[in-house]
């Protein structure tokens, strides 16, 4: 048996699952369990610290990184403007004054 997830609403442990539907005896409050669950897997984008990072945000660098396929170093630090957020092992597109378009990984970097 899995657990069912705490109501929604007032919290209540108490949940029980009535066909598709969960409900709480507490509040009387139904739901269905697939839009918690969508709800859950949406894709959040969080810089090294764990902050929430969004479209056209500003950020640097916390480490040095090679740009692929050259020599060169963008340096810990440097300032990156607004970012996207994309899907991939890569998951921020931007583009980096002096170096052009640039893929990133929301681990390298912190909100500005
Ligand atoms: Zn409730």
């Not at 479209?55 to 300032?79: A, Q, R």
């Amino acid at each position: 048996m899995s657990t069912l997830p705490p109501c929604p609403k007032c919290q209540s442990t108490y949940t029980y699952q009535d066909g598709a539907m969960l409900v709480c005896p507490e509040c009387a409050h139904e739901w269905s369990p697939d839009s918690v669950e969508a709800a859950e897997v949406a894709r959040v984008w969080k810089d090294a610290h764990g902050n929430v990072l969004q479209d056209g945000d500003s950020v640097t660098l916390v480490k040095d990184l090679k740009v692929k396929g050259s020599s060169t170093v963008i340096k810990v630090g440097t300032k990156v403007k607004n970012i996207r957020l994309i899907e991939g092992d890569h998951d921020i597109d931007c583009k980096i004054d002096g170096f052009g378009p640039m893929q990133l990984k929301s681990e390298f970097i912190k909100k500005a």
